[in-house]
């Protein structure tokens, strides 16, 4: 039985995505080669790495100014290769989960950070606001969805210094104004290709204004002087990326994605706030589209295993919520089906008559 899988990351990816890359292990664009084993430098792969970035560009309607590259190390990396080029003195930083704060530690070992707002008091159950941001910080970060706790910032913010954000769990979901935007960085394995490689946009412009020197695996400047082909770039997860990039201009972009990904969301929340065992963890208003975190209402809490267990047997995978939060966590990137969404909410409501 093909299960409905709900995981966080590495996650779902489409059918088209996983074909094509069953296809190309056997063989390669008519190489005769598997792409485990051709080389990056052959002109089929370079074709495929060049498309790639290409039609990042395309779907997100990235203006002349701004690079894509490919990078290795995770999203996890560039919590520091951001400051790394980018913090000269201080900046600033929205705290709305594990991963922002991680980013937090990483820019404190190059400058002053300062922390605007967070809501770890609250268990990060919702998107600080009306906070300000310092006009003398050398950028502002945050972290579009918070992965972990459900919750998301589906606006591009309107600042006066440079902006970057952290795009892991949400990029290609919505249309973005790239124009705002100094770095989007996103690793791929939420909305993109399996594990292993790490897609940044970059404002050229915005590099070349720190004093200290950068190693150069971790200068932005060495991998868009080389079109992301500076060293051996991860050729498989690329080749996967390109796959999904593919689909996504097939279904029409990134705004049809968005309305999809709307329909798909407002079937499960629904039926959480319907449903008299269920409630959801984050505030209504900051609500993600991409990670829908729920927990048993207090009077059913006993329930909780007994629910993992009778979706798990329905076919869902990956339900369980992250271990800070508890609960649920129903992952819904693009590559989610709205009938896997409906089973979930089938199963939902199956559970609920029995108790
Ligand atoms: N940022 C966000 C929003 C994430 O969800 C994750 C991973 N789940 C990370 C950063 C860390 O990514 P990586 O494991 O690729 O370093």
Redesign the pocket.
């Given at each position: 039985m093909k299960k409905h899988n709900f995981s966080?990351?590495p996650s779902i990816l489409s059918e088209y995505t996983i074909k094509n890359a069953a296809a190309a292990v056997e063989n390669f664009a008519g190489t005769g080669l598997s792409i485990l084993e051709v080389s990056h430098r052959s002109k089929e792969f370079v074709a495929v790495n060049d498309e790639a970035r290409a039609l990042i560009k395309e779907l997100l309607d990235v203006p002349a100014g701004y690079e894509v590259v490919f990078l290795g190390?995770?999203?996890?990396?560039q919590f520091c290769m951001v400051p790394f080029n980018l913090l000269n003195k201080k900046a600033s930083y929205l705290d709305t989960g594990t991963?922002a704060s991680?980013a937090i530690k990483e820019a404190k070992l190059f400058g002053e950070v300062d922390v605007v707002a967070s809501s770890k008091e609250a268990n990060y159950t919702y998107i600080p606001k009306g906070y300000t941001v310092a006009e003398d910080s050398d950028y502002f970060h945050f972290?579009s969805?918070?992965?972990?706790y459900g919750t998301e910032m589906r606006y591009d913010p309107d600042l006066n210094v440079r902006l970057v954000s952290?795009m892991?769990?949400d990029i290609f979901s919505r249309p973005i104004d790239i124009s705002k935007y100094d770095v989007i960085y996103a690793?791929a394995?939420?909305n993109l290709a399996p594990?292993g490689v790490?897609l940044a946009i970059v404002r050229t412009e915005a590099l070349g204004h720190v004093d200290r020197a950068i190693p150069t695996m971790l200068n932005y400047n060495t991998h868009i002087k080389k079109d992301s082909m500076f060293n051996t770039p991860p050729v498989f997860p690329i080749f996967a990326a390109l796959q999904t990039l593919k689909w996504y201009k097939e279904l029409g972009g990134v705004a049809v994605i968005e309305k999809m990904n709307l329909e798909k969301a407002a079937i499960l929340y629904d039926e959480i706030d319907r449903n008299r065992l269920f409630k959801g963890t984050a505030a209504v208003e900051d609500r993600s589209i991409m990670n829908v975190c729920f927990v048993m209402n207090d009077e059913y809490k006993e329930l909780e295993d007994e629910f993992n267990k009778f979706a798990s047997a329905a076919g869902m995978v990956g339900i369980k919520g992250h271990r800070s939060v508890g609960g649920f966590r129903a992952s819904l990137y693009n590559a989610m089906p709205k009938s896997s969404v409906e089973a979930l909410v089938a199963t939902m409501k199956e559970f609920e008559k029995l108790h």
């Amino acid at each position: 039985m093909k299960k409905h899988n709900f995981s966080a990351g590495p996650s779902i990816l489409s059918e088209y995505t996983i074909k094509n890359a069953a296809a190309a292990v056997e063989n390669f664009a008519g190489t005769g080669l598997s792409i485990l084993e051709v080389s990056h430098r052959s002109k089929e792969f370079v074709a495929v790495n060049d498309e790639a970035r290409a039609l990042i560009k395309e779907l997100l309607d990235v203006p002349a100014g701004y690079e894509v590259v490919f990078l290795g190390g995770g999203a996890s990396m560039q919590f520091c290769m951001v400051p790394f080029n980018l913090l000269n003195k201080k900046a600033s930083y929205l705290d709305t989960g594990t991963w922002a704060s991680n980013a937090i530690k990483e820019a404190k070992l190059f400058g002053e950070v300062d922390v605007v707002a967070s809501s770890k008091e609250a268990n990060y159950t919702y998107i600080p606001k009306g906070y300000t941001v310092a006009e003398d910080s050398d950028y502002f970060h945050f972290t579009s969805n918070n992965t972990i706790y459900g919750t998301e910032m589906r606006y591009d913010p309107d600042l006066n210094v440079r902006l970057v954000s952290d795009m892991s769990s949400d990029i290609f979901s919505r249309p973005i104004d790239i124009s705002k935007y100094d770095v989007i960085y996103a690793g791929a394995q939420k909305n993109l290709a399996p594990a292993g490689v790490t897609l940044a946009i970059v404002r050229t412009e915005a590099l070349g204004h720190v004093d200290r020197a950068i190693p150069t695996m971790l200068n932005y400047n060495t991998h868009i002087k080389k079109d992301s082909m500076f060293n051996t770039p991860p050729v498989f997860p690329i080749f996967a990326a390109l796959q999904t990039l593919k689909w996504y201009k097939e279904l029409g972009g990134v705004a049809v994605i968005e309305k999809m990904n709307l329909e798909k969301a407002a079937i499960l929340y629904d039926e959480i706030d319907r449903n008299r065992l269920f409630k959801g963890t984050a505030a209504v208003e900051d609500r993600s589209i991409m990670n829908v975190c729920f927990v048993m209402n207090d009077e059913y809490k006993e329930l909780e295993d007994e629910f993992n267990k009778f979706a798990s047997a329905a076919g869902m995978v990956g339900i369980k919520g992250h271990r800070s939060v508890g609960g649920f966590r129903a992952s819904l990137y693009n590559a989610m089906p709205k009938s896997s969404v409906e089973a979930l909410v089938a199963t939902m409501k199956e559970f609920e008559k029995l108790h």
